[in-house]
């Protein structure tokens, strides 16, 4: 498999009143054409790391990195330009919660005609066949309705897969989807993981799924990445997920209550401040 | 099974806006026995948290009864019932006075009813949910998630209730956390026979803590089950069939 | 505590006691303050104008009432003998006179905001908490309040009531307020359905226990802002009622009614009235740096 993505001792440091204070340290993975998921909790750094690989990490914080390779372009040197022809067209970001993310004041469809503009050249009729297609394709059943509708008319799930459409409509090569379901219900979550899903199937995008969910996580990616204190503490294969080997992974799994019943009290996580070392 | 503790019969809650009246709850009916543990699960909009709401006032009843101890519940509520019933809010972000110190939100409850030695109290409030008094004198923004929730659940307990709703209480906190508040929670009601109502989505957190559980969807009661017949996967709707699928994670392509 | 430094104490994680979180809590915000220079300067001409005001008698060399020797100590231009701004028409010190007149200023700024600050503030937060028709009636009162200009309003009042300087500030008081009332009014309706109020509501908490202990602490930083930021402009309306013979009256060396004064040898004796004009600009500018340098520790939603 190529690799589209490498990455290599990604570090981000924001400063603090106590001195700078890294949230990512030395944080190294490739990605190809497929779905690797990274897991952990708050503040373990998960989000920062996908935003750095869009170059979106917020000042006063900055991120470093000793390879950050992304299809042959290195992403550190990168100019305004290069990002220009980057982002939207070639990687992109699903963010949690559609309602922060959509323009407020421009309807669907011309923020979709907007993502396309960088695309190739191609007429407005064209555009707007297209935009609708990946309306359709994201599983909205009445997508001229909703070409129209402005983000605030939609409900929670659709507007989740218009932003998702809006991320898609240009054909991505990379998709970071940071918690793109957490703010939806479970039997909308599926469909819009499917959407997903048959994106890197059809596709052939790699997808970087972030995640605090280990269980969504675990069935739906081929490999995990487990986060702690901003770094790796251990990579895995999804379906080896049960024979983890580092403590954290295996009390995050343990902590969670199960619908078949099982230990009370819940196993704790109980953390060691090796780990973070 | 014990003494019918709350009683709810044909609850309905409207709202209304303008012109608009949405039915948020319509003819839900559930009792929960003393000491007992009961859940309500259901997506957003289903009507599950209003429910807890209603209970306690914070929504308004439109038809129905709700009877505590067996004694319907006059509006606006006595002073008497929120000495028996309190609730512990989904987001501890929010559910707490961003410019009171810990030591206000649990005092003010003992001032309001009247309560003696209220320093002891206070103390021993924090020491039942696992913060020490070193937590006291603090501001919410000084506390994690976790900590906060804690803080929430000693608000809800200082005024030593029988009944505990529960909305949500560990959505908005991470895995390792929630187990720890879950645990504080189960801990709480066999110490002190406490009545629980838990609202949430997750299936797996209502399975865990809950005796029975009702599914809502739409502002109705669609399926009441028990745990056992939850864990066996025995559900008799398929909506319920669908949220546990959902639950279990995600199951590429199924026929559907 | 010998060996913790007064800073660490107040910087504590974990306060041992009700005083040490509240002061903690207030110096950090001290702190955050510190940082933004321009606010301090603003401070500081506040606080210069209170210790004017307070030491009036000490400062200023001439009496503010009395003149000197009409023949020969009119109109002295600034810096002529011991007259560090000169003298009026009537032989006044202008220094004397607007260090005396700091007192008048002092006296609206503080009485205003005594005022109009809680019935803003108590008619915002009632109309907001129980909405209905409460709102409504409260918010139809305000909306008239609002409907006139400040200083026509003013006007009105203080032709009712008779000039001087007590009408003026009862008359600026009865007219600043409804601004107050729909910001606290705004910030409650966002108060209003959040969970720690429900909680409260829960505890068995009064509406009056609610209103007063949680909902007013919330909008208290964002009326004092706007309080702060409209001084100025209280400043303004008073020196405009005393320039226009309604506020404080002759002799009293209140600001307007100095210019007002002056303004009639402009052209020639242009600093009787230009000094107490620089004293309302500087003023005017101290309470505005604070107001703004307020804003920016104590409102939340300026901060990024």
Request: with cysteine; hydrophobic share 45%.
């Given at each position: ?9 990604l ?5 603090s ?5 890294e949230?990512v ?13 990274i897991?952990?909790e708050?503040?373990?750094?998960k989000s920062q790391t996908?935003?750095?690989i ?5 000042p ?7 390879v950050?390779?992304?299809?042959g372009?290195d992403?550190?040197a ?5 990002w ?6 070639r ?7 559609p309602?922060f993310?959509?323009?407020p004041v421009?309807?669907?469809g ?5 993502a396309?503009?960088f695309?190739?050249?191609e ?10 297609a ?7 059943r009445?997508?001229?309705r ?11 799930g659709m ?8 991320m898609?409509v240009?054909?991505?090569d ?6 793109p379901t957490?703010?939806l219900d479970?039997?909308?979550q599926?469909?819009?993981l499917?959407?997903?899903d048959r994106?890197v ?5 790699g997808?970087l799924f972030?995640s605090?969910?280990l269980?969504?996580?675990?069935s739906?990616c081929?490999r995990?990445?487990?986060m ?10 999804a379906?080896?997920l049960?024979?983890a ?6 009390g995050l799994?343990?902590c969670?209550p199960?619908?078949e019943g099982?230990?009370r ?10 780990w973070?070392? | ?6 009683q ?9 806006r303008?012109?608009?009246a949405v ?8 009792s929960?026995a003393?000491g007992e543990?009961?859940?309500?699960v259901?997506?957003s909009?289903?009507?599950k948290s ?5 209970i306690?006032a914070?929504?308004?009843t439109?038809?129905g ?8 519940l ?16 989904q ?9 009171h110190t ?5 005092s ?5 009813h009247?309560f ?5 109290r ?9 913060l ?9 923004h000084?506390l994690s998630?976790?900590?906060r929730?804690?803080v929430?659940?000693?608000r809800a307990?200082i005024?030593?209730p029988?009944?505990?709703l529960l909305?949500?209480p ?7 956390i929630?187990a ?5 929670l189960d801990?709480?009601r066999?110490?002190r026979?406490?009545?629980?109502v838990m609202?949430?989505h997750d299936l797996?957190?209502?399975?865990h803590m ?15 089950l028990s ?10 709707t ?8 959902a639950s279990e994670?995600y ?6 | ?16 006691s009700?005083r ?8 950090r ?6 940082t933004n ?6 401070l ?5 104008l209170?210790?004017?005001?307070l ?27 011991n007259?560090?701004?000169g ?9 004397s ?5 700091s007192?008048l200023?002092l006296l609206v700024v503080v009485l205003?905001a005594?005022?109009a600050t809680?019935?803003g503030l ?6 907001g ?8 009636v409260l918010m139809r009162?305000?909306?008239?309040f ?8 003013a ?5 009712a009531?008779?000039p ?6 009862i008359?600026?008081a009865i007219t ?10 705004a910030?409650t309706l966002t108060i ?8 409260a509501?829960?505890?068995?908490a009064?509406?009056a226990?609610?209103l ?5 602490p919330?909008c208290l ?17 008073a ?11 002759p002799?009293?060396p209140e600001?307007?009614a100095?210019?007002a004064a ?13 000094m ?6 500087i ?5 505005n740096?604070?107001?703004d340098?307020?804003?920016?520790v104590?409102d939340p939603k300026?901060r990024?």
């Open positions: 498999m190529t690799s589209l993505l490498t990455i290599e001792d570090r981000i440091t924001f400063p009143r106590q001195g700078p204070s949230v340290r030395g944080v190294s993975f490739t990605l190809g054409r497929e779905r690797l998921g897991v952990g708050s503040g373990s750094g996908g935003r750095a869009l170059g979106l990490t917020p006063p914080g900055k991120a470093t990195a000793r950050l390779d992304f299809d372009t992403l550190r990168a100019s305004a330009a290069t220009r022809r980057l982002r939207g067209a990687m992109s970001m699903v963010m949690q919660d309602k993310s959509l323009n421009m309807t669907i011309r923020q979709l005609m907007e396309l503009k695309g190739a050249s007429t407005r009729a064209e555009a707007r066949t297209r935009a609708l990946m309306l359709e394709a994201v599983q909205i009445d997508p001229e909703v070409f129209r509708a402005y983000p605030h008319e939609l409900s929670g507007g989740q897969r218009a932003m998702i459409a809006m898609l240009a054909e991505p990379l998709l970071i989807a940071d918690e957490s703010a479970v039997t909308v599926v469909e819009v499917r959407i997903l994106l199937s059809e596709r052939g995008m997808l972030i605090h969910d269980r969504l996580v675990s739906f081929d995990v990445l487990v702690y204190a901003g770094r790796v503490v251990e990579e895995l294969k379906s080896e049960t024979q080997q580092h403590p954290y992974t295996r799994m343990n969670l199960k619908i099982g230990q009290p819940l196993p704790t996580l109980e953390r060691d401040a090796a973070a070392r | 099974m014990g003494e019918v503790m709350l709810v019969a044909d609850l309905a809650v409207t709202f209304r303008g012109g608009d039915h948020a709850v319509q003819d839900v009916s559930f929960v003393q543990s009961f859940g309500i259901g997506e909009g289903s009507g209003t429910v807890l709401r209603a306690c914070l929504a308004p439109s038809a009864t709700i009877r505590l101890r067996d004694a319907p006059a509006t606006p509520r006595p002073a008497r019932f929120f000495r028996q019933v309190q609730m512990v809010f987001d501890p972000y929010a559910s707490l006075h961003p410019r810990i030591d206000r939100v649990l003010e409850p003992l001032a309001i009247g003696d030695r209220r320093e002891e206070i103390e021993r409030a924090l020491e039942e949910v696992g020490g008094g070193g937590f006291r004198f603090r501001y919410p000084q998630g976790g900590q929730q804690r929430a659940v000693a307990l005024l030593e029988e009944v505990l909305d949500e560990t959505s908005a906190l991470d895995a390792s929630q720890e508040v879950l645990n504080l801990r709480l066999a110490e026979g406490l009545t629980y609202v949430s797996a957190v209502v399975a809950c005796d029975r559980l009702m599914v809502m969807q739409h502002g109705r009661a669609i399926e009441e745990r056992a017949a939850l864990a066996a996967h025995r559900a008799e398929d909506y319920t069939r669908k949220l546990l699928s994670g199951t590429p392509a199924e026929a559907s | 505590m010998s060996a913790m430094t007064r800073h660490e104490w107040l910087l504590s994680d974990r306060p041992t009700r040490q979180a509240r002061l903690g809590q207030a110096y915000t001290w702190l955050s303050f510190r220079w321009l606010a301090m300067v603003g500081g001409i506040v606080v210069a209170v210790l004017v005001a030491f009036a008698n000490v400062i200023a060399p001439y009496d503010p009432v009395l003149g000197g020797d009409l023949r020969t100590e009119r109109f002295l231009p600034p810096l002529t003998g007259h560090l701004l003298t009026d028409d009537l032989s006044r010190d202008i220094f006179r607007i260090v005396h007149g007192r200023t205003v005594v005022i809680p019935i108590l008619v915002g937060t009632t109309a908490y129980f909405g209905g028709w409460v709102d409504t009162i305000t909306d008239i609002l409907a006139f200009p400040r200083l026509i309003l006007l009105a009042f203080v032709a009531l008779g001087g300087i007590e009408n003026a500030i008359a600026i600043s307020w409804p601004p107050y009332a729909r910001l606290a009014r910030e209003r359905d959040s969970d720690f109020i429900s909680a509501r829960l505890q068995g009064s509406s226990r609610i007063w202990g949680h909902v007013t919330l930083s964002s009326v004092i802002i706007r309080v702060t930021l409209d001084m100025a402009g209280i400043i303004l309306t020196a405009g009622l005393g320039f226009l013979g309604l506020g404080a009256q002799p009293q600001w307007g100095m210019i002056g303004r009639r040898f402009l052209i020639d004796q242009w600093w009787v009235a230009t107490p004009g620089v004293a309302i600009f003023v005017s500018l101290g309470f740096l604070l107001g340098g307020l804003r920016d104590l300026a990024k």
